[in-house]
């Protein structure tokens, strides 16, 4: 039988710059199996502002390895390279005013390669138009202890840790646990029960 939930916050229409609520376990959980019925409910379905919450989530459920260099130890980078801006920006409202692990959290846009390896973040979103720069990115975010993030398909498969994915009508995550684990990332056991497991270059 077909779920006809509906989370308040997918109410919220695409035009909105109002910050959307978060997310608690039984929320993300009911997202990721949530369908999408008719055209006016797509309308106001909005995977950028969901897929923007979800990142904010994973800063919970993941826990990042020691740093011993850091930029700004004070502050927790969630990264953004490529061309989605608008996902970039309900980012932006979903995590101002909010922290994690006592360290407040900044959104920083990265045109280049070069800025990522001068200043990692601790995060990286990498949108589909910057999958050409994916060895090299992979390789800086091995060496940084960078999570990496993107809504790309194979995403995982490729060497990537968590990929939320659009299936149809809904959203799902990915998590490449081998590929997190070899780079000294925790992910919470109630995470994974949310999530697809991938190894590089294969399904489990």
């Not at 109002?18 to 039984?26: A, E, G, K, M």
């Not at 932006?92 to 800025?115: C, M, N, P, W």
């Amino acid at each position: 039988m077909q779920s006809h939930f509906t989370a308040p916050f997918m109410c919220i229409n695409r035009n909105s710059r109002l910050q959307p609520p978060r997310l608690s376990i039984l929320v993300l959980a009911l997202l990721l199996v949530v369908t999408v019925f008719n055209p006016a409910q797509a309308e106001v379905y909005d995977q950028d502002q969901v897929k923007a919450v979800f990142l904010y989530n994973l800063t919970n459920f993941i826990t990042w390895p020691a740093k011993t260099d850091q930029s700004n130890p004070a502050a927790f980078t969630i990264g953004v390279i490529g061309q989605d801006t608008l996902m970039g920006a309900f980012l932006e409202h979903t995590v101002s005013g909010e922290t994690t692990r006592g360290l407040s959290i900044a959104v920083k846009y990265f045109q280049s390669l070069d800025g990522i390896e001068s200043h990692p973040c601790d995060l990286l979103f990498i949108d589909g138009d910057q999958m050409h720069l994916w060895p090299q990115i992979r390789e800086i975010a091995r060496r940084s202890k960078i999570l990496t993030v993107s809504d790309v398909e194979g995403f995982g498969r490729r060497g990537g840790i968590v990929g939320l994915l659009t299936s149809g009508r809904k959203i799902r995550i990915e998590i490449n646990l081998e590929e997190g684990r070899r780079n000294g990332f925790e992910i919470s056991a109630k995470l994974l029960k949310l999530a697809h497991i991938v190894t590089n270059g294969k399904d489990d």
